[in-house]
């Protein structure tokens, strides 16, 4: 019997945007876009702008509390997952 190692995340990552958006499918990606704009101006003003998210910060959060209203729970928990 062979046992698989997985390592622990680490306790502070960045997500690439691209990443996120890759991850999404067609349609999971047309329902976030159609989300992202009605979005306050702030807040898609720092999606628009950023390459990515680091985990530790406030808008990560934000972020999962997004997804998790836009997709559910169980997609919005594997989307920002380190790569």
Do not use: C, H
Request: aromatic share 8%; hydrophobic share 45%; no cysteine.
């Amino acid at each position: 019997m062979v046992a698989s190692f997985n390592p622990p995340a680490p306790a502070v990552y960045i997500i690439r945007k691209l990443v996120l958006w890759t991850r999404l499918s067609d349609a999971g990606a047309n329902t976030v876009d159609v989300a992202v704009a009605t979005q306050s101006a702030k807040l898609r003003g720092i999606w628009n702008s950023a390459s990515e998210v680091r985990s530790e910060s406030e808008f990560f959060g934000r972020l999962e509390a997004f997804l998790t209203g836009v997709l559910g729970a169980d997609r919005a928990n594997q989307l920002p997952q380190p790569e």
